[in-house]
């Protein structure tokens, strides 16, 4: 049997896909489009019981969530070790990077995004500009200087290392590539150039 990606449309599971592009293990992908509402189709509740998205089926195996499975396919399927780490220290910092990702990062630029709707749709139209106010000012008030160490972080990280795990290319690096093109999108990206540089090398990798 072959691994099944189901991907739901802008989600993270591109993570998942680049995963197995890297070793070049065989997938296939099933697609779901969200709903009118942004949020994920009922159908992907049959997959897993949170419906949401990344999740992968091997053979009778459920995965779910982004460090797990980027974690299980390397385990299983990295049998060239392009990705795999051996050294102590390069170890300790994928697994930082791999966990800070979704625990400390990625929920400051989820309020970001949800701030940043709340003078659209599908807020009641009568209720946006008062919407749009509130949301820019608690982002300017609290969320934007929430994200500045974070940023000034990560840019320290990489102005000295070329990859999150230090020398080599790892899964921490795919975990990242979410939120830095979030950041980028979301926040900008100017005073970020070492930030800057890691993301035109990743996206410039053939997988």
Same mark, same amino acid.
Not at 110 to 126: C, H, R, S, T, Y
Not at 160 to 170: E, K, L, T, V
Not at 201 to 207: C, E, G, K, L
């Given at each position: 049997?072959?691994?099944?990606?189901?991907?739901?449309?802008?989600?993270?599971?591109?993570?998942?896909?680049?995963?197995?592009?890297?070793?070049? $293990?065989?997938?296939?992908?099933?697609?779901?489009?969200?709903?009118?509402?942004?949020?994920?189709?009922?159908?992907?509740?049959? $997959? *897993?019981?949170? !419906?949401?998205?990344?999740?992968?089926?091997?053979?009778?195996?459920?995965?779910?969530?982004?460090?797990?499975?980027?974690?299980?396919?390397?385990?299983?399927?990295?049998?060239?070790?392009?990705?795999?780490?051996?050294?102590?220290?390069?170890?300790?910092?994928? *697994?930082?990077w791999l966990h800070y990702?979704?625990?400390?990062?990625?929920?400051?630029?989820? #309020?970001?995004? =949800?701030?940043?709707?709340? !003078?659209?749709?599908?807020?009641?139209?009568?209720? %946006?500009?008062?919407g749009a106010a509130f949301?820019?000012?608690?982002?300017?008030?609290?969320?934007?200087?929430?994200?500045?160490?974070?940023?000034?972080?990560?840019?320290? *990280?990489?102005?000295?290392?070329?990859?999150?795990?230090?020398?080599?290319?790892? =899964?921490?690096? =795919?975990?990242?590539?979410?939120?830095?093109?979030?950041?980028?999108?979301?926040?900008? #990206?100017?005073? #970020?150039?070492?930030?800057?540089k890691w993301l035109q090398?990743?996206?410039? %990798?053939?997988?």
């Open positions: 049997m072959m691994i099944t990606v189901h991907h739901l449309e802008q989600s993270r599971s591109h993570r998942v896909l680049w995963l197995l592009e890297e070793p070049e $293990v065989p997938y296939q992908i099933k697609r779901y489009q969200r709903e009118p509402t942004i949020l994920a189709p009922d159908a992907l509740k049959k $997959v *897993h019981p949170l !419906g949401k998205s990344p999740v992968i089926t091997d053979e009778n195996r459920v995965v779910a969530e982004s460090g797990a499975i980027l974690e299980y396919l390397e385990q299983k399927y990295d049998h060239e070790f392009r990705l795999k780490l051996s050294d102590e220290e390069s170890l300790l910092q994928s *697994h930082y990702a979704e625990v400390s990062l990625i929920p400051l630029l989820a #309020m970001k995004l =949800i701030f940043g709707q709340m !003078g659209k749709a599908p807020v009641p139209w009568l209720l %946006r500009p008062v949301g820019k000012g608690v982002q300017k008030a609290w969320l934007d200087k929430q994200l500045q160490p974070h940023m000034k972080m990560i840019e320290q *990280h990489l102005a000295a290392n070329p990859w999150f795990a230090g020398q080599r290319f790892s =899964i921490a690096d =795919i975990q990242m590539s979410f939120p830095l093109l979030a950041l980028a999108q979301r926040v900008g #990206m100017e005073q #970020m150039p070492a930030s800057q090398t990743a996206q410039q %990798r053939a997988a």
